[in-house]
């Protein structure tokens, strides 16, 4: 069976009947907002119900899709990150609408200088990685001292549509990202204070947990 045939079987299962989650995931479509893949979000949804994390960090915002989608299944408390000016004001509006203010603390400017706010809402069970793609290294090395010791650091897009099994890529700017994407994995994987496995789900979702 083709790959893709196997995505649209599992993309069968999935039955979103919440009116608002449609609603950002229309606008995402027509607005170009990255959001995460919605194979991708289930299975990252599905590992923090076994978690059960109490706090979130979510590095990458966005239009607050994913920090709404996760306090939804987790019961959790979410800290997010954006530093886009339009959708940080979405994000806004979207968590105002959904009522859940009091569980998302949504702080506006870039993950690499917002250390010191991030600071004071504590430590976090679980890390999200979901920004600038070429970054993820130093923010998971800015972040990684604010997780606590059973946590889990979860990183998407690190199969970055499959290119990172590509060799010849001819688009400079696109070949540039995949070789930081490449080295991010690697260093991952080799990390002497975590366990990483790459699930090749969605856009390739790895799991990093604190070495015991």
Do not use: C
């Not at 960090?57 to 959790?76: Q, T």
């Amino acid at each position: 069976m083709e790959q893709d045939a196997v995505q649209e079987y599992l993309l069968s299962f999935i039955n979103q009947n919440d009116s608002l989650i449609l609603e950002m995931e229309q606008y995402a479509v027509e607005h170009e907002v990255p959001i995460m893949d919605k194979l991708g979000m289930e299975f990252m949804l599905q590992m923090l119900r076994l978690i059960q994390p109490k706090s979130i960090l979510e590095i990458g915002a966005a239009i607050g899709y994913s920090g709404i989608r996760m306090v939804k299944a987790a019961d959790a408390d979410v800290v997010t990150i954006e530093r886009d000016i339009e959708r940080y004001e979405k994000a806004v509006s979207y968590i105002e609408t959904a009522g859940l203010q009091n569980r998302i603390s949504l702080l506006f400017g870039d993950a690499l200088e917002t250390f010191g706010q991030v600071s004071k809402h504590g430590t976090f069970d679980v890390i999200f990685i979901d920004a600038a793609k070429g970054q993820y290294q130093r923010f998971f090395e800015l972040y990684e001292p604010l997780l606590n010791d059973e946590g889990v650091i979860i990183t998407d897009n690190v199969l970055f549509r499959g290119l990172v099994a590509e060799e010849n890529i001819e688009n400079k700017r696109i070949r540039s990202l995949v070789k930081k994407i490449k080295t991010y994995n690697e260093w991952l994987m080799t990390h002497p204070k975590y366990d990483t496995t790459i699930f090749p789900i969605g856009d390739g979702v790895a799991v990093s947990k604190k070495k015991r």
